[in-house]
Each structure stands twice: as C-alpha cells, then as structure tokens.
C-alpha cells in the first residue's frame, strides 16, 4: 500500500517483510501488514501482537495495553477534540525487536482500516532505553497524527509541521533520553538553519524541515505557552501557526534570533518542557 505515514530513527530503514509473513497476514482474517493475535481493548484503544514475536512479544503487549489510556486522554485534550477507535499492532518491523524499524500508519483519522491501525516495531530486545516507554513513544508519535484530520487545523499529517508536532507530543509522553535515536532538531542546525517556518514540506521523512518543527514546539513552550495552546493554534504553516498564538509575523527571524549562539544538540536547545 502507499500514503504511509513513517517514523523512522535517523538513518533507520525497515526490514522488507518476509514471503511467510505477507502470506500469514493474508490468511489472517483482518485486513492488516502483519498478521496479529489480539491481546485487549481498552476504551477506543486495541491491542494486538504478532505471534511470531513469542512469549517476549506477549509480555509487551500485554504490558502496553495497560500504558495506552493515559496518551491518548491527553491527546483529547492538547488537541481538543475527542478520538476514536484505533487498532495498535506490535510487529516485526526492524526484525531486531529494538524498536530501530519505528512505526507507522496509513490515515490521519479515525478511519476504517488501515487509516486507523497504528504499526509499532516491537521494542523489547532493546537495551539502552526501558522498552516500554520506547513503544508508548512510538505509539504515541502515530496517534498525534491521527487527531490531526479532525482537527482540521493544519497540523499536516505527513507534512514537515505534523510530523515535528507528532515527535514533540511522542516526547512529552515519554521520559527524557527516551527517543533520543529519532532526534531530528540537530539535523536542521547542521543545515544552517533554513527556512521551514514560512514554508511546510510535504515529507515526514526529511530531518532538516521536522527538526526545525520540533524545535519551534519547543520554543514556543519556553515562551510560556501550554501544549493545548500551541496545538490548538495549529496553522498549515509554523509562521501561521506563531501569529495565532503571538500576533507577530516575524516567526522565522524570531526562532533564528532565539537559537543563535545556543548548541542544537537535541530537540530542545532551551532547557526544560522535556526531551
């Protein structure tokens, strides 16, 4: 299928799926990528794992569907509208079970399959980070994106301004260091700073133009605006998005001046509000 909305860690690239693995996904009776094993719902939330992920897939599964309610109410509430149903399959994607294959999904709704089914890479053969708050980042990181069509605001799912909005929210979600491997705002200080401000790339998989989303994000929230707020405001542009909230026109001058002189060396160069 194409329209995939892609979380990747820098320099990640998923494994192609195997020829047993696209045949058990068609001999399952869902309509998914990864033939999946339900473990519960909660709420609007399912849950499912791939059996071929064993014992240790159960376990995260399992100990994910217990960590879903919380990101999701919050994402209710910074983008403030009410969700709907999604279905979050654990998968195979990296084949490492690390979670280095990332994420993704098909819609930014609350559609009917595929739009709505979220695909996280399984996490926990990974050592660096705790697991499951690697998965509940991945997951929370596709789910943004699902409240963005809703909301209607500009948020593009997708798009540059999403896809930083997207990590952003994964990282208030999940504690600091967790998603450090997916860090995208250095990327955009090692570019020079240019101008994704005034413009949106319609790509999520260019690290210069989401850095520089997720470092405005970041920005504002030193500014002493709320998630909610920043959110809300939403706008097809960062600078749209800045005159909502400020009612200056200067977004792109302002972020450059409010960086210079600082060390870009993760998504937040301000201190505090997170990752």
């Known amino acids: 299928m194409s329209n995939r909305r892609e979380l990747l860690p820098r320099g990640g690239k998923r494994r192609e799926r195997t020829a047993d693995q696209i045949a058990r996904a068609k001999a399952s009776a869902a309509s998914l990528d990864y033939p999946a094993t339900q473990v519960g719902q909660t709420g609007d939330?399912?849950?499912?794992?791939?059996?071929?992920?064993?014992?240790?897939?159960?376990?995260?599964?399992?100990?994910?569907?217990?960590?879903?309610?919380g990101p999701y109410n919050d994402m209710q509430t910074f983008f403030g509208i009410s969700g709907g149903a999604v279905e979050v399959v654990i998968a195979p994607l990296s084949g490492n079970n690390d979670g280095s294959g990332g994420a993704y999904h098909y819609g930014c709704d609350f559609g009917p399959a595929p739009d709505s089914v979220l695909y996280l890479d399984a996490t926990f053969a990974n050592t660096s980070v705790n697991p499951l708050n690697l998965e509940v980042g991945l997951y929370v990181a596709e789910l943004s994106e699902c409240f963005m069509g809703p909301q209607g605001g500009g948020w593009g799912c997708g798009f540059s301004n999403?896809?930083?909005?997207?990590?952003?929210?994964?990282?208030?979600?999940?504690?600091?260091?967790?998603?450090?491997?997916?860090a995208s705002g250095p990327a955009w200080a090692q570019a020079g700073f240019?101008?994704?401000?005034?413009k949106t790339e319609q790509t999520d998989q260019d690290d210069v133009s989401t850095g520089c989303s997720i470092v405005y994000i970041y920005w504002m929230r030193s500014l002493?605006?709320?998630?909610?707020?920043?959110?809300?405001?939403?706008?097809?542009?960062?600078?749209?998005?800045?005159?909502?909230?400020?009612?200056?026109?200067?977004?792109?001058?302002?972020?450059?001046?409010a960086v210079k002189g600082l060390t870009v060396d993760s998504d937040n160069p301000f201190g505090g509000g997170g990752s």
Not at 229 to 251: E, H, P
């Open 162 to 182: 999403g896809e930083g909005l997207s990590r952003f929210c994964a990282e208030q979600e999940t504690p600091a260091g967790t998603l450090t491997g997916f």
């Open 194 to 198: 240019p101008d994704w401000v005034t």
């Open 224 to 257: 002493g605006f709320s998630i909610p707020q920043i959110v809300q405001a939403a706008g097809a542009t960062l600078s749209a998005n800045y005159q909502k909230l400020t009612g200056k026109t200067s977004a792109y001058q302002d972020l450059v001046a």
């Open 45 to 69: 939330i399912t849950v499912a794992y791939d059996s071929a992920l064993g014992s240790r897939g159960l376990a995260l599964a399992q100990q994910f569907l217990g960590a879903v309610t």
